[in-house]
């Protein structure tokens, strides 16, 4: 019998939401995504996943507008901080319906619940939940999401920083990061020229090619994606992490069943 595999697999905000409409699902591709995960772990069965998805234009636009991600102490802080819960919430409760309706067994994790963080760091998260989880065939479902920080007062913490605490104490194979990019480009004006291939010895050379926000994310885009993930695999050598495209169709099936495209990170 195959040796199970545990694969993070992220839904980027720009891929399941119009950042370009505040508040806005893009429920058909949410639906084309969640049919293709279902396929892939239909045809591997040693196939074990942990799904996570950003904000999009539902909780970057509130946090930008609170500016949540900053930290604060008074009422106005703490105000913001339940209205940027709330766009995060509802836009979970939409990822986790399209993916139920697709047969996937899933259960929402949301760090807001559970994380403490410090300076923007997670602090303590009971993850025995997640692993039960894993080990009763359920997919947990995480987010980037609102949390009450020690130095903060509050803060919000990206899937990727989720991602990057997880990893540390579950040692998934594989971590996905499926957006609307085609990976991370050489240039911005330029998007058919993708760097193939990002490690610790070629990082300074890549930097300066990251591209520009040209949509609100307070939790940093590319930039912060790509460094975190460095981190990752530095701590990680075995793991292995690809940013690629989930706009077309069947390429995330492809992903999951190792057959990635886009910009592959590893050490």
């Known amino acids: 019998m195959k040796q199970k595999e545990l694969v993070f697999l992220k839904l980027g905000g720009s891929l399941i939401t119009d950042k370009g409409t ?18 892939a772990l239909r045809e ?28 604060g102490m ?15 919430r509802e836009l979970n409760q939409i990822v986790i319906e399209s993916l139920s309706s697709s ?19 997670v602090d303590r998260w ?12 359920l997919i947990p479902i995480v987010q980037g999401d609102v949390v009450f920080d020690r130095q903060m007062g509050g803060t919000i913490l990206s899937t990727e920083q ?36 990002i ?6 050379k890549v930097l300066p090619f990251l591209s520009d926000l040209k949509t609100i994310d307070v939790t940093g885009g590319m ?16 793991l292995q992490v690809q940013i690629f495209s989930g706009e077309k169709n069947g390429e995330i099936c492809k992903a999951l069943k190792s057959e990635p495209s886009g910009t592959r990170i590893s050490a």
Do not use: C
């Open 199 to 204: 490690t610790p010895s070629n990082i300074e």
């Open 74 to 88: 008074d009422d106005d802080y703490w105000q913001g901080f339940s209205k940027v819960w709330l766009a995060a």
């Open 162 to 197: 989720i991602f990057f605490f997880l990893s540390s104490q579950m040692s998934p194979s594989r971590i996905l990061l499926a957006g609307i990019e085609e990976g991370v480009y050489l240039h911005s004006d330029h998007p058919e020229a993708i760097i193939p291939h």
């Open 223 to 238: 930039y912060s994606k790509v460094e975190v993930m460095l981190s990752l695999v530095k701590q990680n050598p075995a």
């Open 22 to 39: 505040p508040f806005t699902a893009r429920t058909k591709t949410l639906h084309r995504i969640s049919t293709e995960i279902a396929q």
């Open 44 to 71: 591997d069965s040693s196939l074990q996943l942990l799904i996570g998805h950003g904000s999009g234009s539902f909780g970057h636009v509130s946090a930008d507008q609170h500016k949540t991600h900053t930290g």
């Open 103 to 121: 047969g996937l067994q899933v259960i929402a994790f949301p760090p807001s619940a559970g994380v403490i963080s410090n300076n923007r760091q």
């Open 126 to 137: 009971d993850i025995h939940p997640i692993q039960m989880a894993l080990s009763r065939k």
